[in-house]
């Protein structure tokens, strides 16, 4: 902006009005049209939008975050058919796993024993509430349990394998025995060790496989 040279300005004897009225204002004169991108330009291919970015310009001076979460647990012998990041990845996954099988298994249970339960009344009402009664029942428990055993068995089974430094049969199967008796521990010496002698045979059986597939 620029004004008539007055001594007192525009502040003073000055009438602002005046000031401002005599006054003159100009501006920076604009790019050429022959240089402004246009919609045509991004239609017709002739301009990168990548160069919108407002990394464009960094070249290779960006530094990239390296992450790693698809990289799979190293530990010998642990790769198997189903590819497993680490005890969280083993914990998560096969704790739900498990807890959603076992809800499936109860409901086939509990629609099997409530259609078989015998009724003071046939009624069809009775009959379904019997049966939603029985899925109820059956598949909270098994699930709940099933969940339960797996989060114990890959905790135990992580643990054991840190501490040996590597993935096997044999792991698995302590793991599953330590499991199964810690799970019937309050039931009895028998209870107990039939518990950990199926529950081992389990894992022993699922870690074959997952090396043989």
């Known amino acids: 902006m620029s004004s008539p040279d007055s001594s007192g300005g525009a502040s003073g004897s000055q009438d602002p009005t005046a000031y401002l009225r ?13 240089t402004a991108v246009t919609a ?12 919108l970015h407002p990394l464009a310009q ?4 960006l530094d990239y975050l390296v992450l790693e979460d698809d990289k799979t647990n190293e530990l010998p012998g642990a790769g198997t058919a189903i590819p497993s990041r680490g005890w969280s990845d083993d914990l998560c996954y096969g704790t739900g796993t498990m807890y959603l099988s076992g809800l499936a ?33 059956r598949g909270t428990f098994i699930g709940n349990s ?13 643990t054991i394998d840190a501490f040996r430094g ?5 792991g698995s199967m302590a793991a599953g025995a330590l499991t199964g008796a810690l799970y019937k521990s309050t039931a ?26």
């Open 166 to 170: 590597k993935h096997d049969t044999a």
């Open 188 to 213: 009895g010496v028998k209870p107990a060790l039939a518990a950990a002698t199926f529950i081992s045979g389990l894992a022993g059986i699922w870690s074959y496989v997952k090396k043989s597939v």
């Open 58 to 61: 960094l070249g290779d001076q």
């Open 22 to 34: 005599s006054a003159t204002f100009s501006r920076d004169s604009p790019a050429a049209p022959e």
């Open 105 to 137: 298994l109860g409901g086939v249970w509990g629609v099997s024993e409530g259609a078989r339960r015998p009724l003071a009344v046939s009624n069809a009402r009775l009959r379904i509430n019997s049966v939603l009664n029985s899925v109820t029942r």
């Open 146 to 158: 099933a969940g339960v055993l797996a989060l114990v068995y890959n905790g135990v089974n992580s």
């Open 40 to 51: 045509n330009d991004f239609l017709l291919g002739a301009y990168d939008p990548a160069k």
